[in-house]
């Protein structure tokens, strides 16, 4: 039972890590989700210094990412196309992307650790309505404007 429990939770970090996310930033620090979670200041200092422990590493799988696109994209763009060379670059991508993934993760569930239960229940609906909102603004805003081409 413990195992499904454990599976369950770290299902639902995984989500809101990979689908929803969280707020961008420090959310952590912002009045309206301190007075919507109750954070205490201790919960604060916690989600910070958890934030810092993280945040190299995410700069940096951030940046592999990053480099693997650039080349890539460079090997694509030569006149003499080499696709073993692509899809090992393709293959490198796809591990940093996972890597990224897992690292967001970690932080994610280091953070959860620091909610309590309530506290939790409540950030999911924020984020709920975070996606809702964003969800209506796209359908609001419609397809993008047609471009015509010069004849």
Sequence with gaps: ????????????????????????????????????????NEQQNRLDEIFRDAASDLIDA????????????????????????????????????????????????DMRTVLNDQQWARMRRVLDRMQENHQERRQGQGPPPQRRRPQ
Excluded: H
């Design 62 to 109: 951030r940046a592999a990412i990053e480099k693997l696109q650039i080349a890539i994209r460079g090997e694509l763009d030569k006149a003499q196309v080499r696709k073993t060379e692509i899809l090992r670059l393709a293959t490198q991508l796809s591990d940093a992307r996972g890597k990224l993934f897992e690292r967001e993760l970690v932080m994610l569930l």
């Design 1 to 40: 039972m413990r195992r499904l429990l454990v599976a369950a939770a770290l299902l639902a970090c995984a989500a809101a890590a990979q689908g929803q996310g969280l707020p961008p930033g420090k959310w952590w620090q912002r009045q309206a989700v301190v007075q919507e979670l109750q954070l205490t």
